[in-house]
């Protein structure tokens, strides 16, 4: 639709990039670059993860080996966020900002509320750790619709919730080769069976429900606090939401990792080189959270002016 409005122009039905349609959005049909928009959220937000459109997420992530939901999670969602913002960028040049900012704070508000809705009741490990991708997805894409300094928070928060979120997705591939099931019913006693894993699934945890000293809890400050101005109501319930979610969450890894370990299960490590990859991963979380490097600090005032 886009490639249909800037053809017209100065294009002459040539190839278009980024820049050509940056340098051409006088020339865009502003209804027709709504429309673009909302087709390209709704179709890229599938791959988000967005409400309503995230009843894939679940079931491929819960099914997948660990590594592909590490993947999936870590990498996936982030690349299709990023291609969304791209074409918001191109929007916010041909109508006012404010279109993408609250469709985009809608969207997020949602997935947060049914992440809620159903981490509750979870009874999968693995569904519940995808439906926490479901909420940390939606708490960014709040950061985007905030705007200001929520933008810098959402790409830091992107970061940080690609790491943690591997990191909790490839313990509990640990897990379930230890205990043979995705039950949370059937694991417990995590923390005595595999010393280290377990130790590693419960510091991902607290990592990705933003728990001080973890950056997770620092971006969130950031994104709600940006948002409290101009949306107070949206902030207070997305807080009571993001409550409820960490209640349900740290309950269910509560069972999972305390408690007394089944007499068929032995204690001990499987491999320690499934060890090192969530260590490695958690390790990055933590210092990320205390520093970021020169080059990622560039990487990152970039992208936050690219699309503020």
């Known amino acids: 639709m886009l490639y249909f409005t800037a053809v017209p122009s100065t294009l002459n039905g040539g190839f278009i990039g980024w820049q ?165 019913a059937n694991v417990v006693g995590v923390l005595e069976a595999l010393p280290v894993t377990g130790l590693l699934f419960f510091a991902g945890f607290l990592a990705i429900s933003g728990i001080p000293p973890f950056g997770i809890f620092f971006t969130k400050f950031l994104i709600f606090s940006a948002g409290m101005t101009e949306h107070p109501f949206v902030v207070a319930a997305a807080l009571i939401l993001i409550t409820i979610l960490f209640v349900g969450f740290l309950a269910h890894i509560s069972t999972m990792a305390f408690g007394k370990k089944p007499v068929d299960i032995k204690v001990g490590e499987i491999n320690i080189w499934l060890i090192i990859p969530p260590l490695l991963l958690i390790t990055i979380v933590i210092g990320l959270s205390f520093y970021l490097p020169p080059f990622l600090r560039t990487l990152i005032e970039t992208a936050v002016l690219h699309y503020s």
């Open 20 to 184: 050509d349609l940056l340098n051409n959005t006088a020339h865009l049909d502003p209804l027709v670059a709504k429309m673009a928009f909302v087709f390209v959220l709704i179709g890229y937000g599938t791959k988000v993860g967005l409400s309503p459109m995230h009843t894939w997420l679940p079931d491929a992530h819960s099914k997948a080996p660990a590594p592909i939901s590490a993947l999936l999670s870590g990498v996936l969602l982030n690349v299709a966020l990023i291609i969304i913002l791209r074409f918001k960028v191109v929007t916010d040049q041909v109508v006012d900002p404010a279109f993408s900012q609250h469709i985009l704070i809608g969207f997020g508000l949602l997935s947060i509320f049914i992440a809620a809705l159903i981490i509750i009741t979870q009874k999968n490990y693995k569904r519940l750790i995808a439906y926490s991708s479901i909420e940390n997805m939606g708490v960014i894409v709040l950061g985007f619709g905030f705007g200001g300094m929520a933008i810098l928070a959402a790409i830091l928060h992107m970061i940080y919730n690609a790491f943690a979120k591997s990191a909790l997705f490839l313990t509990a591939g640990t897990i379930f080769l230890k205990y043979s099931s995705t039950k949370i």
